[in-house]
């Protein structure tokens, strides 16, 4: 149905109001907007899919806002470290919240790890906060863009 070009007729007074109250709540339903403006619900109805047939309503949306998850943003990082306590080293590291998957690797790190953060800014201290470490040589980031699985 959408996207509809703009019409050149204008919304008379009552178009307005039934406008303004599904701004305001887009899941009124014809009934409830009908007893609000006293017409009756097929009235409305009528109304309403002309002003969607003329492109003045253009659509519904749900306004979302989820609460942060804990794994919002997710990185590897390969970290290079220099501590005769490989053990204790990595004890450290899954003691923080945030950080898991710690595996030893071939090639040029030491170690792979998956860290996970709700925000972005919470991300980037705890990688300082691990990077600020002496046993810490070296670490590389890299944000995971997408997940697959």
């Known amino acids: 149905m959408w996207p509809v070009p703009p019409t050149d007729r204008q919304?008379?007074?009552?178009?307005?109001?039934?406008?303004?109250?599904?701004?305001?709540?887009?899941?009124?339903?014809?009934?409830?907007?009908?007893?609000?403006?006293?017409?009756?619900?097929?009235?409305?109805l009528a109304r309403v899919q002309r002003l969607e047939r003329d492109g003045?309503?253009?659509?519904?949306?749900?306004?979302?806002?989820?609460?942060?998850?804990?794994?919002?943003?997710?990185?590897?990082?390969?970290?290079?470290?220099?501590t005769a306590d490989v053990a204790g080293y990595v004890r450290r590291l899954v003691a923080q919240e945030g950080i898991s998957d710690v595996e030893t690797v071939t090639g040029d790190y030491d170690l792979?790890?998956?860290?996970?953060?709700?925000?972005?800014?919470?991300?980037?201290?705890?990688?300082?906060?691990?990077?600020?470490w002496r046993e810490t040589v070296r670490t590389t980031t890299w944000v995971v863009l997408t997940r697959y699985g």
């Open 112 to 132: 792979m790890v998956l860290v996970t953060a709700p925000t972005a800014g919470e991300l980037d201290a705890l990688l300082d906060r691990v990077h600020a």
């Open 11 to 44: 919304p008379d007074e009552l178009d307005r109001r039934l406008l303004a109250l599904l701004a305001a709540d887009a899941r009124l339903t014809m009934a409830d907007l009908g007893r609000t403006v006293g017409l009756s619900r097929t009235a409305v």
């Open 56 to 82: 003045v309503l253009r659509g519904y949306h749900a306004e979302v806002a989820l609460p942060a998850s804990s794994a919002a943003h997710r990185a590897r990082v390969g970290i290079v470290i220099r």
